[in-house]
């Protein structure tokens, strides 16, 4: 209970003033330096039907693909020579054996040309633990996968399809990536009908708990197509905004040197505010390097663009760490719940 009542006070604060004690320590725990992760969407395909995504199953009015392997490993390559070490191979969930020795063969190349230098992170949804330990095996190095959110209740009226049953299946999945070594990713939708802030509380507990070395959230967006977009008429924008900021700033002070992305949907909000994600101690930029061709089909929100990631490079260039493949350090050391205030 102190926990959680400290963490609603911290909620309660304005918002630069949460800032400013998030950025005091990120430069006193890892530094000020901003990590890349390139982008690749490699399929929207998705066996599941999640209420609020634009690539859900039943979605008939998109255009299904599957990147060829060696346009992959070709722009997984240039994107390494010019100083990413880490790459992100996203896609809908899909479990079939093509797509498996698909993703095999991408990690194998990906290790084999950078000499294992590049890091691999993976966002493929839920897995069976033999095909995640496969691709750890093969060298995967992360594995992001968001929660969506903590709450039971509401992660069931997000994935109707899957019953009481979901949430524990996507909690256990996120225990099997630690048991297996992987570097652990989760985050949470910001802004969910429904959600309140005692529910962003308990999300910044779970990933606590969980012990998650890097997070990635971001704001929930309503999209026409799905069924969740039945409720756009109660979506406050401008709370959202408050609460998105407010999460990478007490995510910051209460999990220490975890790596916090600043994510694109954020300039869906409002332009300029992936940027502002950064003040309020956000230290990862994903740009999407997806090509063209296939971009505009992972559409998994509205208004997606294409690219929002050059301004922020060129904004943050003195402190973007090249050829830094931006490992975390050991989780928790300077969180301030443990009691480094």
Not at 42 to 54: E, H, L, P, R
């Amino acid at each position: 209970m102190e926990e959680k009542e400290y963490l609603r006070e911290l909620f309660s604060l304005p918002r630069y003033a949460l800032a400013s004690r998030a950025i005091d320590l990120l430069e006193r725990s890892i530094g000020s330096q901003i990590y890349l992760r390139g982008i690749i969407e490699v399929s929207n395909i998705c066996v599941k039907n999640c209420s609020y995504c634009g690539i859900r199953r039943d979605r008939k009015d998109i255009y299904r693909y599957l990147i060829p392997k060696q346009v992959v490993l070709s722009l997984s390559k240039r994107l390494f020579k010019s100083g990413y070490h880490s790459v992100v191979l996203q896609a809908g969930d899909r479990r079939d054996d093509y797509f498996i020795e698909y993703i095999n063969e991408l990690i194998l190349g990906i290790k084999r040309f950078s000499r294992r230098q590049m890091r691999i992170v993976l966002s493929l949804g839920e897995q069976d633990r033999d095909v995640y330990k496969l691709w750890r095996d093969s060298g995967a190095d992360r594995y992001l996968l968001r929660i969506e959110t903590s709450n039971p209740s509401l992660y069931s009226f997000l994935h109707p399809e899957e019953g009481g049953s979901g949430f524990e299946k996507r909690r256990a999945c996120l225990l099997t990536l630690r048991e297996l070594g992987y570097q652990v990713g989760t985050g949470v939708m910001i802004g969910l009908p429904g959600q309140d802030i005692d529910c962003l509380v308990e999300d910044v507990l779970f990933f606590k708990h969980i012990g998650a070395h890097m997070i990635g959230m971001g704001p929930y967006i309503p999209t026409e197509g799905t069924p969740l977009y039945r409720y756009v008429d109660e979506y406050d924008k401008e709370q959202v905004i408050d609460w998105s900021l407010k999460m990478v700033a007490v995510c910051r002070l209460v999990l220490g040197d975890v790596n916090i992305a600043s994510t694109t949907a954020l300039d869906i909000l409002e332009p300029g505010l992936r940027l502002e994600g950064f003040r309020y101690g956000a230290n990862v930029l994903m740009p999407d390097f997806t090509p063209k061709e296939w971009i505009k089909d992972y559409e998994i929100y509205d208004g997606k663009p294409e690219s929002s990631a050059d301004y922020c490079l060129k904004s943050l260039k003195d402190r973007i760490a090249w050829n830094d493949p931006g490992d975390p350090k050991p989780y928790g050391s300077y969180s301030f719940i443990s009691g480094d205030q």
